[in-house]
């Protein structure tokens, strides 16, 4: 990278914010250089719900603006990556004594008619002694409401940005920290340290965005040296996996006692995602994970539905991450605000800072085109907003096309199981095509790792989606986690060092 060319942009933080403001800019033709300490989406935006919602709960706060906004972006999100994003249906148990039926119903009313429901189904009200989704949980929940929301794999929506935003010119840096930067004359000098060879660099831009997430803060006080560093309020969230509890393709949203509430989802075909908890967090959220209570909280909760209690033998993972909420001041963490802030300083000859403070996954697009509009008002350029109607790598296939996509590509590879195809096209969409090739067998595919993770996969992941350690294959681009041993991870691992290194003796 030539160190005396000063680009447009550069972002701090390859998380889903990060990596919506890199491509929107990118395909408005700005200069753009993001860099990300470890790998993509390795932050919060790997550890969330996975919702593409509005956020039912949030009514209750009066967020009607985030709420309505999020609503709207269900749809758009949805025709942008039917692959990895699709929708959901919710069933909402009534429980005595909890919030009262007239309340839910104006809440799903109010959800229903916000803004921008034209494809997914309204609100209805089950029987649960009729209707297979009361078949799993105890049978003193009489009456139910399901509604409609979106389910997304959060750290594919990150990766498929990056891709996108590289595939539109964009240089994508991960396991690039910054360590610092200063003002110089009238642009930014980043200086970065290449997080394996321990070498560093600089880069200079015209305007910086502060995409951090919940290092937010530290980059400002430790990185750009702020003094004025409480701007967001870090709440842990985390979730358990166990095996699956229904069958049922519906998931649950439970109410509980305390007022707060937890959503039990299929997940991964054979398991149950269960979450999430709300804690104030304190510390390095890099090292955020789920502690005793959490557990105990999320077993005891979820048992007050399921007829079959959830036990801590059953969860076979757990996650956490760590959300960078705005801090309103709210007493409670499940109160302060899910809605974002962007805060510019500079300008008039000081090289512009913008941080992004808060978010949701569901609201990425629309805050990086509101980061844009700050942006031009200090480059002095004007551009149309483009993403609302683009498709993200693999997703340009209609909505509703998921199935007939599937069928293409067992036409192509007769050789794929139909589960195997069903999950290439689940996470890579049309360009599965382009990750078998011109295989003609499953032996054609390489190298077996366990499963169905065969060496043409992690190849086309090490190539086009920035993975380079097993971690990243196995629990980001792909769940296979779930699924492989330790011993075949370990394997996976020894043959991408391998790879690596056989890469670098070639350059
Ligand atoms: P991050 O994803 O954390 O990205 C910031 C990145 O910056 C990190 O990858 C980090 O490594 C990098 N970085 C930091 N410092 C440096 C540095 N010095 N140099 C280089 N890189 C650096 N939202 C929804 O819409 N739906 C949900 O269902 C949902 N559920 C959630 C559940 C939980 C438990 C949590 C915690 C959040 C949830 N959210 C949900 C919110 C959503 O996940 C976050 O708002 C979003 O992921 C934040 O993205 P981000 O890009 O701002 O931060």
């Known amino acids: ?100 039926a007239w309340m839910l119903r104006l809440g799903l009313f109010l959800y229903d008619h916000l803004g921008g429901r034209k494809l997914l189904p309204p609100t209805r009200t089950l029987d649960m002694h009729s209707d297979p989704a009361g078949k799993p949980l105890k049978p003193l929940f009489g009456k139910a409401f399901e509604y409609s929301d979106g389910w997304v794999n959060d750290a594919r929506l990150v990766v498929l940005n990056a891709r996108d935003a590289a595939d539109r010119g964009a240089t994508i840096r991960t396991r690039t920290r910054v360590v610092e930067a200063r003002r110089d004359a009238d642009h930014w000098l980043l200086t970065l340290q290449d997080q394996r060879t321990r070498a560093t660099d600089t880069v200079r831009a015209r305007l910086l965005v502060n995409a951090a997430g919940p290092w937010v803060d530290r980059v400002l006080g430790g990185v750009a040296g702020h003094n004025d560093v409480h701007n967001v309020r870090l709440v842990g969230g985390s979730h358990i996996v166990v095996r699956k509890k229904f069958d049922d393709p519906r998931a649950y949203f439970f109410q509980n006692r305390d007022g707060r509430i937890i959503f039990a989802i299929p997940y991964e075909a ?92 569901t609201t990425y697009r629309r ?21 609302a109607a683009s498709t993200l790598p693999g997703g340009d296939f209609p909505h509703d096309g998921f199935e007939a996509e599937v069928a293409r590509l067992r036409k192509a590879h007769p050789y794929l199981e139909a589960a195997h195809a069903h999950r290439l096209v689940r996470l890579y969409g049309t360009r599965a095509q382009t990750l078998l090739g011109l295989a003609k067998s499953a032996e054609d595919l390489g190298r077996h790792f366990g499963v169905d993770l065969y060496e043409a996969e992690v190849r086309y ?37 391998a790879e690596q290194g056989r890469r670098a003796a070639a350059e």
């Open 270 to 361: 054979d398991f149950t995602l269960i979450g999430t908890t709300d804690r104030d967090f304190d510390g390095d959220p890099a090292e955020a994970g789920i502690t005793d209570a959490e557990v105990d909280y999320l077993c005891a909760a979820a048992s007050e539905y399921f007829l079959e209690p959830v036990r801590r033998a059953d969860i076979v993972w757990s996650y956490s991450g760590v959300r960078p909420l705005y801090d309103d001041g709210a007493s409670k963490a499940q109160e302060a605000t899910r809605d974002y802030v962007l805060r510019a300083e500079g300008g008039e000859g000081v090289p512009p800072l913008i941080n992004v403070f808060g978010g949701k996954i």
């Open 1 to 100: 990278m030539d160190a005396s060319a000063i680009h447009d942009i550069f972002i701090i933080g390859g998380g889903i914010n990060g990596c919506g403001i890199a491509r929107d800019a990118a395909g408005r033709g700005y200069s753009v250089v993001l860099a990300e300490m470890n790998d993509l989406a390795s932050g919060t935006s790997s550890g969330s719900t996975k919702l593409i919602h509005g956020g039912l709960r949030y009514l209750e706060h009066y967020e009607f603006r985030l709420v309505r906004e999020a609503l709207m972006e269900r749809e758009v999100l949805w025709k942008m990556a039917p692959h990895i994003i699709w929708p959901m249906r919710f069933v909402l148990p009534y429980a005595k004594g909890l919030r009262p």
């Open 367 to 387: 805050l990086a085109e509101s980061m844009l509009e700050k942006i031009e008002g200090y480059l002095g350029r004007r551009s149309k907003a483009w993403t």
């Open 461 to 497: 992941l090490m190539q086009h989606e920035w993975a380079s350690t097993a971690d990243d294959v196995l629990w980001r681009r792909t769940k296979r986690g779930l699924r492989l041993t330790g011993e075949q991870a370990e394997e996976l691992d020894r043959f991408m060092i």
